[in-house]
């Protein structure tokens, strides 16, 4: 058993506890912790000297993190996952019923257990700090509150209130925890210890802090009273399954157990919050989900190359081309990295419209009072630009984000040589040009990376980077780091054409214009997509990521890799057409007021084509899937990425690849090769040799073997 994880000291009357998890990084809930925290408890009980209780984590950065992930993934049955949560419910009834007062202090994230355990206790001061978050995220790994949570946050800040944070797993920042009433304090770091004991020894001379129950009318109509609080309700199963789709068990069972507990008490919903965590702890779906996490956690730590060498801290980023996505780019590393930003455009006029785009998501947070109003000012002074080079001698990194031409970027390539330091890292923020044959035209090739962003920046969480084989090991860990900081997540992928993202999407693209040819609906194809879970069909996808870049992508991908990814004539028709897709107000849809309008009728004409029933939803599906996994497992055989999990993440992270089914690799393992094999050799026979199964499903076929043995 590890040492142990809570000490006390006594300073006058008032026993200050410490949480500090030995050998982990973060607070978490195992059962030898509830244990220890019930032993304690039971200690505090029985020292006469001891008044009030108040509760701190030994870590710097870090309250409690919840229960402990891998504990509960070893569970085999629900019968036990349901054990487990009534056990943690009953360490919360012994908190709130403990005959002493018990303050907490709250300073960076307080999730899942950790926050059902600042619930249970009688105040709750929380730090001011950005790092101090609040929320119950447990259905993003599909589950839901099982220790009280969600009998304890409805009861506190109301069922609205309550069941925002709960379906969605959200956090919420300290400030705005403290508005919903979640905390009952607000204060600076530096006096958090302070205030909270000043808390419990007032508790203890029995002061009773009063708290505010959500006011108003609205409050009233909705939350407490059990007609408005149906309404609630249905609005809010409606959401969940708008958003769900049905392929998300959790939201709707946490959604049960607040509703039950409202209507039945608390004893009924705990008993009912435990079952249904019991159940779902056992699901397909949430071992997915929490597969996701860990996955996601060691990339953080993951360099992408062996023996990486520690990244050089990018203090100054210089961009080239102020469009969309240099815009986008310098947006995202003053909010997310607080660097300073010098953009470079041909004339200023550019220069000024891509400094204010860049400025946009900051404009949003004041206007939203996400941010005060000199911390926008301080941020803002971050971005600079010019129509010349001036200042790129000060970046430690220099993004290119210019027109996707090969003689351009080399052009730019060169300027920029010239302009910066030897030891500034140059990276092309390209789709499908590979790297070295941008770095063709280096002087110092081995400091020339691929930083490839998703658009638009500022949301889209995936970054690819993409060393070429020149490329410096250090170079790779500087851009990894900087896209970290950016709050990416990075995969290093090996520079092929369409590295992972355009590659594994351009069959599934490509097999729109052919489903079309063979009289599929637009509606029948993203429908199809849309049932299997991913947010949007490929219709929709290409319209969004623009034609003219899609048609781009596919004749860079057709080039490089034949026949099997060649596209059909369909998306260079509409590009021809002037339909850009949503940029330019049509593509295969209308748009208008921001939204999507429908099937524009007219696109059936240009492509010379007839929707008339033509293959069933079922094929359409498996001709889009199949293809697409075939090439995922093609491109894993290539190693353009060094492992499944990275390309599952990429996957998820890049498109929205449905997370409840892994990602594309871990689909393919559950459907097993031998079955996908069988698939596509049925859809080679009928449609033509591009479904022909990869070497790598073959192999596994015939071996039983899988990405993930
Ligand atoms: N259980 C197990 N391990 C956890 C954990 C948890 N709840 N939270 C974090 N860790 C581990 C990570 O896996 C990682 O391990 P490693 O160093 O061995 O790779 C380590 O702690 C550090 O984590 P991060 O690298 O993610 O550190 P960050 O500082 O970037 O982020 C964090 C910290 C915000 C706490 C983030 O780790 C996080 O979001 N954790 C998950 C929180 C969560 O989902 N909690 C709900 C748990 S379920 C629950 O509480 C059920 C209850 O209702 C009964």
Known sequence: ??????????????????????????NKFSRAVKDEFLAT???????????????????????????????????GSAAEAERLAAEGQEMMDRVTRFPKPVAVGIHGACLGGG????????????????????????????????????????????????????????????????????????????????????????LADGWRPRRRRPGGVLAWLLDRNPLGRRLVFRAARRQVLERTKGHYPAPLAALEAVEHGLKHGMAEGLKREARLFGQLAVTDVSRKLVQIFFATTQLKKDFGIPNAPPPTAVQRLAIVGAGFMGSGIAGTAIVQAGVDVRMKDADLPRVATGLAAARAPLDDRLRRHRIAKYEYARLAALLSGGDGYAGFGRADLVIEAVFEDLSVKQQVLREVEAAARDDAVFASNTSTIPIARIAEAARRPERVIGMHFFSPVDRMPLLEVIPAARTAPGVVSTAVGFGRRLGKTVIVVKDTPGFWVNRILAPYANEVGHLLAEGASIEEIDAAAVGFGFPVGPVTLLDEVGLDVAEKVSQVMGAAFGERLQATAGVAALVKAGRLGRKSGRGFYRYGGGKKRGVDPAVYELLGVHPNGGPRLAEILQRLVDGMLNEAARAVGDSVVGTPRDGDIGAIFGFGFPPFRGGPLRHADDLGAARLVAELERLAERYGPRFAPCEVLQEQARRGSKFYP
């Open 1 to 26: 058993m590890p040492g142990p994880a809570l000490t006390w000291e006594l300073a006058d009357g008032v026993a200050i506890v410490t949480f500090d998890l030995k050998d982990s990084p973060v």
């Open 115 to 202: 926050l059902e355990f600042a619930l249970a206790c009688h105040y709750r001061v929380a730090t001011d700090h950005p790092k101090t978050q609040l929320g119950l995220p447990e259905v993003q790994l599909g589950i839901l509150p099982g220790a009280s949570g969600c009998q304890r946050l409805p009861r506190l800040i109301g069922a609205r209130a309550a069941l925002d944070i709960i379906l969605a797993g959200r956090s919420e920042r300290a400030p705005k925890a403290f508005r919903l009433g979640m905390v009952d304090e607000l204060v600076h770091p530096a006096i958090l210890q302070d205030i909270t004991i000043a808390a419990a020894r007032r």
């Open 41 to 75: 408890f039971t200690a505090l009980e029985q020292d006469r000297a001891v008044r009030a209780i108040a509760v701190f984590s030994g870590k710097p950065d870090n309250f409690i993190a919840g229960a402990d992930i891998e504990e509960f993934v070893t569970i």
